[in-house]
T-cell receptor, first 113, second 113 residues
């Protein structure tokens, strides 16, 4: 079945450590996105990529980095510079960059202590 | 600023009854709207979308209504089932790419047996 796979489902890190969240899709979608979900808030865009080897900052990119070396993969690194990294992170993809629904993975819950 | 919100944060419905979940938006230029369902610990699941050139769109047991005059969007779920229990949220964008999607905070729908 086609879909988006995020791993791991739960991740625990100590403050000051960088951590990379994996996102893989086999939907052949060009566009991929990373969102952060916090209780009581709508999804907030961290980074997005419309094509391989290109990506753009979203609304809350500070403290995060991404790469898009392959169409299928869009890993997110949460760096030690992110002031409040504990959150539920969602990866999504879409066929096109506009007017096409996002398809989401099942998320990674990151806890930093 | 522009915002997407929900009239009710929680909704309890008897199994078998119809559910109506509402969403207000403030950007009159918004032209693409999406409804998502999110179960606990999972990523959002696409339900249905609608473009501003339509007032109504139907899917399997779901109907989305768009009232551009009052900037209101609703999701109707027919004959609700226990599996419909989840958080539902809307998203909208105004003739921009998906990176400009604005997400609501969600309504929790609980189905009473």
């Amino acid at each position: 079945d086609g879909g988006i796979t995020q791993s791991p489902k739960y991740l625990f890190r100590k403050e000051g450590q960088n951590v990379t969240l994996s996102c893989e899709q086999n939907l052949n979608h060009d566009a991929m996105y990373w969102y952060r979900q916090d209780p009581g808030q709508g999804l907030r865009l961290i980074y997005y990529s419309q094509i391989v080897n290109d990506f753009q900052k979203g609304d809350i990119a500070e403290g995060y980095s991404v790469s898009r070396e392959k169409k299928e993969s869009f890993p997110l690194t949460v760096t030690s510079a992110q002031k409040n990294p504990t959150a539920f992170y969602l990866c999504a993809s879409s066929i096109e960059g506009r007017n096409s629904p996002l398809h989401f993975g099942n998320g990674t819950r990151l806890t930093v202590t | 600023g522009e915002s997407v919100g929900l009239h009710l944060p929680t909704l309890s419905v008897q199994e078998g009854d119809n559910s109506i979940i509402n969403c207000a938006y403030s950007n009159s230029a918004s032209d693409y709207f999406i409804w998502y369902k999110q179960e606990s610990g999972k990523g959002p699941q696409f339900i249905i979308d609608i473009r501003s050139n339509m007032d109504k769109r139907q899917g399997q047991r779901v109907t989305v209504l768009l009232n551009k005059t009052v900037k209101h969007l609703s999701l109707q779920i027919a004959a609700t089932q226990p599996g419909d229990s989840a958080v539902y949220f809307c998203a909208e964008t105004a003739n921009f790419g998906n990176e400009k999607l604005t997400f609501g905070t969600g309504t929790r729908l609980t189905i009473i047996p």
